[in-house]
């Protein structure tokens, strides 16, 4: 089902935009080897003065502005689940966080967060648990395995998974909250620290409706936009389908970079130049100064980038759609891997293409 939007400045433009930037020439040169709350017309409050909201007419017109009153969960405190458990205790949210490293877990605790022992303990005495791991195999493990967020999950409770994972994960996940009586919602996110450090992040939802209304207010602390996109696996699949096309335009951008410098063009000058253009889009204009100066400060780590293109290629594989660019895409963030960039951002991707150069000069 189609979403229809509610009004956000610009969005046809970021869209064409995306869609644009993913046309680009870029040639696989590499080888393939609760409870609902009644839903208001308008927007919410955002938390910067300058940002709107964005959501989709399937979410029944909600009112985010109705204050979640339970006691809230987190697990997992890397690059971006730390800022989003610290904007919801900023905003008076009551907080238990667990991380398997537990220094990770002080500076939240130094906000107001309480700290539980195990992912069980955090579900059991919170009424919405959010985990957000690093891959599907963390996933897994903390939301079924030994001391898992399953375990301490009942009727009346909620667990909402924002990690990117693939959709089979998020299915096997949904099945055993469900069988504990308890709601699941998928909710990844499109974006990456900045975002989630400044609560506008895109949240891709899917699974009990009951409970997408129920925190909702808490993704509006986390958001600035929120799309509710029907049965578990689709928030999945819309994620992965998104990061597929980021990771493609980035690799493009890689290449356009360097031909400028090899054919005697200044590159921040194309930097500029196509942050004007028609394929503008914020990657570019974020990415391209430091990408200039050989710098990759950690916002999303290539390894995650790789992992999200490598889902992807699956769940294309499982509807015989064929994606050449993003499959070549791929190799490319895989021989960056074997570089020991798998740490820095995922625009270190370039640094592939500049080894690539000169083993054939």
Same mark, same amino acid.
């Given at each position: ?70 006691? *809230? ?54 009424? *919405? ?10 996933a897994i493990d903390v939301a079924c395995g030994k001391n898992g967020a ?21 299915k096997l996940i949904n099945e055993h909250i469900k069988a504990r009586g ?59 389908? *998104? ?48 990408? *200039? ?69």
């Open positions: 089902m189609p979403s229809t939007l509610l009004a956000k400045p610009n969005i046809n433009n970021l869209l064409s935009s995306t869609a644009m930037a993913l046309c680009s020439a870029f040639c696989p040169r590499i080888s393939a080897n609760f409870r609902p709350k009644p839903f208001s017309s308008s927007p919410s409050k955002p938390l910067l003065s300058l940002s709107f909201k964005v959501f989709s007419s399937q979410a029944t017109d909600a009112s985010s502005q109705d204050k979640f009153s339970g006691r *809230v969960g987190f697990l997992g405190l890397g690059i971006m689940g730390s800022p989003m458990a610290q904007n919801l205790i900023k905003a008076g949210c009551d907080v238990i966080v667990w991380n398997r490293t537990k220094s990770k877990c002080d500076p939240l605790i130094s906000l107001g967060a309480k700290y539980s022992s195990s992912p069980e303990e955090v579900a059991a005495n919170c009424d *919405v648990t959010f985990a957000m791991l690093a891959d599907p195999e963390s399953v375990s301490g999950m009942g009727p009346g409770k909620g667990y909402v998974d924002i990690s990117t994972v693939d959709v089979a994960t998020s308890a709601l699941f919602l998928e909710a990844p996110v499109s974006g990456s620290k900045k975002p989630a450090e400044d609560g506008q992040l895109i949240f891709l939802t899917a699974g009990d409706r009951s409970l997408y209304e129920l925190v909702s207010p808490l993704l509006d602390i986390l958001g600035k936009s929120r799309f509710y996109l029907g049965e578990v696996g689709n928030g999945a699949a819309m994620k992965l389908v *998104v990061n597929m096309i980021m990771g493609s335009m980035m690799a493009s951008f890689s290449e356009g970079i360097l031909l400028s410098k090899k054919v005697g063009l200044d590159p921040s000058v194309l930097v500029e130049v196509v942050s004007q253009g028609a394929i503008s889009a914020p990657m570019y204009s974020l990415k391209g100064p430091s990408m *200039v100066k050989s710098q990759y400060p950690t916002a999303f780590p290539l390894k995650h980038q790789q992992k999200d293109l490598r889902l992807a290629l699956g769940l294309a594989e499982s509807v015989s759609q064929s994606t050449p660019i993003a499959a070549a895409a791929n190799e490319l963030y895989k021989v960056a891997k074997s570089y020991g960039l798998s740490d820095e951002d995922f625009s270190a991707v370039i640094e592939a293409l500049k080894a690539k150069s000169q083993d054939t000069a």
